[in-house]
Nanobody, 115 residues
């Protein structure tokens, strides 16, 4: 069982920045594909960004050029740097760890973009 603990959410003004962190309780963190998903009220959960064990990344079109996903395998942690935040980025952000057909989820962290 892998536990994922997110942190870094909060309230930020439009145009601001936040960095989310997700710490994983596993000694084999480096082989997982890690992702960030988000779910806004009344909407389905959607993929925001993902990074493979080899460091390849992909992003939702809505966040390209504004968000950056990265990982530190020595710290068993994945990050999501969010810049130029918009009100439509408001959602609960979830960390995901995936290995073949097994996946784990964090509890989520709220990000609210509002003036």
């Amino acid at each position: 069982q892998v536990q994922l603990v997110e942190s870094g959410g909060g309230l930020v003004q439009p145009g601001g920045s936040l960095r989310l962190s997700c710490a994983a309780s596993t000694t084999i963190f480096s082989i997982f594909t890690m992702g960030w998903y988000r779910q806004a009220p009344g909407k389905q959960r959607e993929l925001v960004a993902a990074i493979t064990s080899g460091g390849s990344t992909n992003y939702a079109d809505s966040v390209k050029g504004r968000f950056t996903i990265s990982r530190d395998n020595a710290k068993n942690t994945v990050y999501l740097q969010m810049s130029s935040l918009k009100p439509e980025d408001t959602a609960v952000y979830y960390c995901n760890a995936r290995l073949v057909r097994t996946e784990y989820w964090g509890q989520g962290t709220q990000v609210t973009v509002s003036s």
